[in-house]
C-alpha cells in the first residue's frame, strides 16, 4: 500500500502564495499541494510590483523578524540570481539611491549588515540630485544611503515559480474562497496568503488597502533606482517603474489623473530626463495593509463536528510583499514541519 500524502492548500496565487507554495513542495516529501485562486499572474497584484528588494510601508512589524525575513529572502534570490536564465524570469542586480530631507530619519538603519552593501551616500552622490528647473527643489536631498540589492520583476518571475510548482507534482485550481471554513475535511493544512482578501476569509478587520499607482516607461539609460520621499524609480529589464501613492483606505483601482501628474512632476525632479521617456502604461494595485505582517498559526473548526483545520496565515506584508516573501515562505515551511512533527494533521485520502 502506498503511503499517504499530506494534503495542503495554498489560497493566493501572488507572490506570497506562490512562493509558499514552491518552498514547501520542494522541501518536503511525498505532499499533495494545491494552489486555490480566483486570479492567476498575470492578474494578480503582484504582477504591478517594480518588484524592488527592499522594505517598504511594513507597519509596525518586528524589526528582527523583517531583518529574517529579509535575509532568508536574500539567499533564495541568490540561488536564483546564480541560475543562467535568472533574467528570463526576472532577477537581478540593482543599486539604489535612497534621498532623505535633514529632518527625514532613515527607517532601516540596522540593515547595513543583511543588505549587499548598505551606505552613507557621498557628497558628490547627493550633487546629482539637487539640480533641477525647480528652484524648491535645490539641495532639497541632503543625505541618503546608497544600496545593492535585487529586483524580481513578478510579471516574469510568477510565471517561472508557477511552472517549478507544477513541474514538481503540484495543483492549481482557480476559485474564490470566501471562507477557511468550506476547506475543513478537504485539507489537512491551510495557507492563507490571500493578501487584501485574507481578512474576510479570517474576520480580520484590520487588513486594509494601501492603493499605488505607477507607471511603467520605456527609459534604457535609467541604470539606478532611486527613493526618494513618496516617489520612486525602479529600473527592471525591460522597463522602468515610476511611482507612487500610498493612500489608505483608498478602495479605487482607476488611473488618477492627479496622481500621474504627481508620479510624473517628483519622478522627473529626480531625474529629469523622464519626461522624454514613452509611456508603456499606467496601473493601479491595492496593496494589503495592516498593522504588521501577520504570519502565524491557528486551529479552525467548523463549529458543527470535531473536524479541525491547520491553517498558517501569511498576509498583510503592504509594500514589501516581494521583498519578503522567500523570507516568510521559509517560515511557513518551519509551522509545517512542527504540525508534521507534532502529529497533528492525519491524512484524508
Not at 503582484?46 to 512589524?61: E, N, Q, R, V, W
Not at 533574467?87 to 530631507?101: P, R, V
Not at 485550481?173 to 476569509?201: H, P
Amino acid at each position: 500500500m502506498s503511503e499517504k500524502k499530506l494534503k495542503i492548500a495554498v489560497i493566493g496565487a501572488g507572490i506570497i502564495g506562490c512562493t509558499s507554495a514552491v518552498v514547501l513542495i520542494e522541501s518536503i516529501p511525498n505532499v499533495d499541494i494545491t494552489i486555490i485562486s480566483e486570479k492567476f499572474t498575470p492578474n494578480t497584484t503582484s504582477d504591478g510590483s517594480g518588484g524592488l528588494i527592499y522594505p517598504y510601508l511594513s507597519g509596525s512589524t518586528d524589526r528582527q523578524r523583517i531583518r529574517k525575513w529579509i535575509n532568508n529572502s536574500l539567499v533564495y534570490l541568490n540561488k536564483y540570481y546564480q541560475l543562467p536564465d535568472s533574467g528570463k524570469f526576472g532577477i537581478g542586480l540593482l543599486s539604489m539611491y535612497y534621498l532623505l530631507e535633514d529632518e527625514e530619519v532613515f527607517d532601516y538603519p540596522d540593515f547595513d549588515d543583511i543588505m549587499i552593501s548598505q551606505r552613507p551616500m557621498t557628497s558628490s552622490e547627493l550633487k546629482q540630485f539637487s539640480s533641477s528647473s525647480s528652484s524648491e527643489s535645490q539641495n532639497k536631498w541632503t543625505k541618503g544611503v546608497y544600496v545593492t540589492t535585487y529586483y524580481a520583476e513578478c510579471r516574469k518571475l510568477l510565471p517561472y515559480l508557477l511552472q517549478q510548482f507544477k513541474s514538481k507534482g503540484g495543483k492549481v485550481c482557480q476559485q474564490r474562497v470566501d471562507s477557511l471554513q468550506q476547506l475543513i475535511g478537504k485539507y489537512d493544512i491551510v495557507i492563507n496568503c490571500r493578501g487584501l482578501e485574507a481578512g474576510k476569509c479570517s474576520a480580520d478587520q484590520s487588513v486594509h488597502p494601501i492603493r499605488g499607482q505607477v507607471y511603467r516607461i520605456s527609459a534604457p539609460w535609467i541604470k539606478h533606482s532611486v527613493m526618494a520621499g513618496n516617489h520612486y524609480i525602479v529600473p527592471n529589464s525591460d522597463c522602468v517603474v515610476l511611482g507612487g501613492t500610498k493612500q489608505l483606505n483608498n478602495w479605487d483601482t482607476m488611473v488618477d489623473p492627479k496622481d500621474s501628474k504627481d508620479i510624473m512632476d517628483g519622478c522627473s525632479q529626480l531625474i529629469p530626463s523622464i519626461r522624454a521617456a514613452q509611456v508603456v502604461n499606467e496601473w493601479v494595485g491595492l496593496r494589503p495593509g495592516r498593522h504588521e505582517v501577520r504570519l502565524e498559526r491557528e486551529v479552525i473548526s467548523d463549529g458543527q463536528s470535531n473536524n479541525q483545520l491547520q491553517v498558517i496565515h501569511n498576509y498583510g506584508h503592504g509594500g514589501c510583499g516581494v521583498t519578503l516573501s522567500f523570507g516568510c515562505a521559509h517560515e511557513v515551511l518551519d509551522y509545517v514541519q512542527q504540525i508534521i512533527s507534532s502529529n497533528n494533521v492525519k491524512s484524508r485520502l
